[in-house]
């Protein structure tokens, strides 16, 4: 890594105003939270307890830590099925205050400010002692306050399975690695062919939850789940894309793209042509205006049936960005300037330290014209005037020249959003207008064509990370996968992979699904070129994967270790996406995908 010196400002991101900021909260603790969420899943219904609480590795023992005592674990529960290795031996409201005879010594670190963030304290301490427990006999001792008594230090012995260590350049050259790597995937194919005991056929998670399923299962590369791959990739032969499909669609593209992606360069599979063909050519419509801004649905759709825009996301643009790349990169049909615009929104994000992406991307930038980007609702008493070819959701190709009498229904003085709307008539000449439902309009003030961010031109001396890593991931995929348009591309992928690798406490750290971005941002540090980085990296990302262990055999599952009070994880897959994220980590030896370093021949 080396320091940029190319002469020019990048402003740095305003972060999302959707996190919460608080001075001391415990871990994803919003009040209580997280500890009265449920888990939705049904291997934990079936041992009895479904509450959030970390779990301790393959022990039986759910915990918490609290900020009175952020060195040890406080107990929440003990599963007593015969698998439970602390059954009969720990107790709810026992204080767990050290293990192999060690007391733990550091304090968790309570805090959302992104240098206090991460897994060091009693989790990461546990996690080394139960590796060097498996590594040997399997033996496990720990240091117990019985019902939190301070006065009495009791020994507890477990018996845990001895599968050994993680080899030093884990997840290469390492036999737990494969053997846990083995167990996951069939964990994933149990659970495909039964949810909730009954017969299902379908992976679970939302869109993002079975694609990234199925990309573990292709990346493992195991035979044996060739079928139930097979029988996705046809599904998506008479798959058919439009900017008017309806629900939150644009997710579904950006995943789409990849998992079709990684199938045709696969299996190749020329049947996949046509749809990723109509696909390519839909996403830029689904965007603002074509400007690589998504919500989670299609703007035009928005503007079709009448709704209020949802918040520009960053993830559905980064998603977006790395489908497109990926065709690109097939040599199939992509949309060069959407790639160029997405692109530009990153290099807008970045600063000399990081590239930093919160929820969204920063806006377009200062107008030359100096103006504020704002928008405005109308209602025309001649509902026949400024209509388009298309329809509603597109622009009117002769802005306001025809529109007569009007008036405007938003923003109104009551609204807190409220400012002056005497541009709309003042610019009239210069505005854009796009047609909506009936007699309304939308009016777009014309910002003036805003230049195009300089490019970098040295690599970035990357010094720090970042939250929300979700989209930075994908956008170090997508400019490093390959053969980048230019050096320029390289230099901000390889930054974005470097922030990434710099985080691996923040893995989960990220709005509305902390799997996801978990899922993200490993794959993003893996694209890094520096060895000593992804190392320091992935050996802390072992806490991830030994802690996460359930001892019932069925996967590893979620822990409240993000900091975002509204993580859809527990009722989504907290069993399947987190085994699905380790299952990709464990398979990036094999290079079986784009995504996990395979190389970019075409069928």
Known sequence: MQIKKNG??????????????????????????????????????????????????????????????????????????????????????????????????????????????????????????????????????????????????????????????????????????????????????????????????????????????????????????????????????DNTYSPTDSGFRTWNWGYDGILMSEMYRLYNDEKLIKPMRELAETQPWGSFDRNGFYAHRSFIRIRMIGRKPYASVAAISGLQMLSQSMFRQLGLHYEEDLLETIYEHYLRSANDNALSVGYAFRGGGESPLGRDPRHAIIRLKDPSEARGPKGPGYVVPTGMEDITEYEIVWPHKEDHRWKPTDWVEEERDENIVEELVGDQRRVNRYLGEIPPPSEPTEPYETTRSAKFLASIGMGALAMTIGDPPRDAWRYLGEHAANTCALGPGNIFDGHAESNMHSFWAILGAARTSDPELLREFLDYVKIFLIMSETHDGNGLILQPWGRDWADQGPRWGPRTLPSATAIMLLSLPKQRLILTGGEIKLP
């Open 8 to 237: 020019y400002t990048i402003v740095s991101l305003i972060l999302a105003v959707l996190t919460v900021s608080s001075p001391v909260l415990a871990i994803n603790q919003r009040g209580d939270q997280p500890w009265n969420t449920e888990l939705r899943c049904y291997y934990d219904d079936a041992l009895g307890f479904n509450l959030w609480f970390l779990n301790l590795g393959p022990t039986g023992i759910r915990a918490r830590i609290t900020p009175e005592n952020p060195n040890r674990f406080l107990v929440e529960h003990v599963f007593q099925d015969e698998k439970s290795p602390a059954r009969g031996l720990v107790e709810k409201g026992d204080m767990i205050i050290g293990a192999n005879g060690q007391p733990f010594e550091t304090s968790h670190r309570f805090g959302r400010r992104s240098n206090k963030r991460g897994w060091d304290g009693p989790m990461k301490e546990l996690a080394s002692h139960i590796e060097d427990s498996q590594g040997e006999d399997g033996v496990l001792t720990l240091m117990v306050h019985p019902q939190g008594n301070t006065d009495k230090v009791h020994t507890v012995t477990l018996q845990l399975e001895p599968v050994g260590r993680f080899s030093e350049n884990y997840p290469y050259d390492c036999p737990r690695s494969e053997l846990l790597l083995e167990k996951l995937c069939d964990f994933l194919v149990r659970n495909f062919y039964s949810d909730n005991g009954k017969p299902a056929n379908r992976f679970t998670g939302n869109v993002h939850g079975e694609t990234q399923q199925l990309l573990a299962l292709m990346a493992s590369g195991f035979e044996e789940y060739e079928p139930i791959i097979e029988k996705h990739r046809k599904r998506f032969h």
